[in-house]
């Protein structure tokens, strides 16, 4: 299982101490959303040198990700193209309405995080559109962790909300408690337990921990150089012919 | 008051509890117990909090680190997970947590999880982000004193 993490300077805490922190907590990788916490991948997907010493370090993998945050779909459509080539998950920052529906529409993007942040919104059309697209929903449990009150009661109304819609339509999913320190990280096991206390259904939140390392491996093999296009691969003997 | 026959006493488990904090944030028992409370009271309402009926039975914390047993009762053992995981600060200092584990005796508990401290924490500069800062070491751990407050950071960010 996976968790998304924000690092220094989006966070408090660096990628190699949300690393150290998410190996002790039984995960198997960090995503790092922060585009400035790691080096981007290189050219044919392999890890950079810097997460793949993280890796070594502290036995997990850690994955290159950006979030991308833009005021409206035209440059949101610009910083998708940007990234796309250089790193291997791509997140883009819901929110809004329009970059919500920009988000799901737009295949290069892997996944649609806070989708229900400010005043956005989800319904049947962008699901559909985010399973046809294979747009990746985030369901945010940050506000289930650290936020009180009505903040808390809001978050959690418009967390059931997106997950009648998405179950509905079978879109696809990621989970994530959206820590931005070590020790807002918690531990699959203890995030499952809250999750259900809500009324997610435990294996359901598992599979979007899981996704999360589904995304960057699926990706990763993407960018390989014996990847053609889907169900196409360089075989071995390619040279000889 | 006589006590229960064996059959109608309660049947409790006890979790092991880590804790991690910043250096400079000092947390204490009652501290930690009403933040316990507050969480199950709000995430599993007054019924669920009673069921659950988390108890703080034993509690250490210093230096940005500490260890805690809770106990609930037998059958609520994931409702109270899902309580200590929404524990996310106390006395207005954020804190980590997370279950090391569960036993059937505070005993085990004590035995099997407990005192597992990641050794003592030493005050010395190191290099972090191109300056020397000062910084507290804990094993593998080193939180950094930069301008606006503490920074999470590794051995692997320092060397």
């Known amino acids: ?241 | 008051m006589k006590h229960l026959p064996k059959h109608l006493r309660p049947r409790w488990r006890y979790l092991a509890v880590g804790i991690e904090t910043w250096p400079d944030a000092e947390i204490r028992r009652r501290g930690f117990q009403r933040a316990l409370w507050y969480a199950a009271g709000n995430l599993l309402g007054d019924a669920g909090s009673a069921d659950a009926d988390l108890t703080l039975l034993a509690f250490s914390h210093g230096d940005g680190e500490g260890e805690a047993i809770v106990r609930a009762r037998h059958g609520h053992v994931d409702e109270a997970r899902a309580v200590i995981g929404c524990v996310s600060e106390v006395a207005d200092a954020p804190v980590g947590i997370r279950v090391r584990g569960i036993s059937g005796t505070v005993r085990a508990c004590e035995e099997r999880y407990m005192g597992r401290a990641g050794g003592s924490s030493t005050q010395r500069d190191v290099a972090f982000e191109d300056a020397e800062r000062p910084a507290v070491v804990r094993g593998d751990a080193r939180d950094v004193r930069t301008e606006s407050g503490y920074v999470g950071a590794a051995a692997f960010d320092t060397e």
């Not at chain 1, 790691?38 to 392999?46: F, I, M, R, T």
């Not at chain 1, 290159?64 to 409206?72: K, L, M, Q, S």
């Open chain 1, 1 to 241: 299982m996976y968790e998304a993490v924000h690092a220094r300077p989006d966070g408090d805490a660096t990628a190699a101490r949300h690393a150290a922190t998410a190996a002790r907590h039984g995960y198997d990788g960090v995503v790092v959303r922060t585009r400035d916490a790691l080096d981007p991948a290189g050219e044919s997907g392999e890890p950079s040198d810097e997460a793949a010493a993280l890796r070594d370090e502290y036995g997990i993998d850690v994955v290159d990700a950006v979030e991308i945050d833009a005021a409206d779909a035209t440059s949101a459509s610009g910083a998708v193209g940007n990234y796309r080539s250089s790193r291997t998950v791509v997140c883009l920052v819901g929110g809004d309405d329009g970059l919500n529906r920009f988000a799901v529409e737009e295949p290069r993007v892997d996944v649609l995080v806070r989708p229900m942040d400010g005043s956005g919104d989800f319904n049947h059309v962008l699901a559909k559109a985010a399973r046809d697209n294979g747009v990746h929903v985030e369901f945010d449990l940050g506000p289930l962790f650290r936020a009180t009150g009505g903040k808390r009661v809001r978050a959690l109304a418009d967390l059931r909300k997106l997950r009648e819609i998405v179950t509905y339509y079978d879109a696809p999913h990621v989970v994530s408690a959206n820590p931005r320190s070590h020790l807002e990280l918690r531990a699959p096991r203890e995030v499952v337990a809250a999750a259900e206390a809500v009324g997610f259904d435990a294996e359901w939140v598992e599979e979007g921990l899981r996704a999360w390392g589904e995304i960057a491996g699926r990706n990763r093999e993407r960018r390989s150089e014996a990847f053609i296009e889907p169900g196409v691969r360089l075989g071995r003997y390619e040279e000889d012919g």
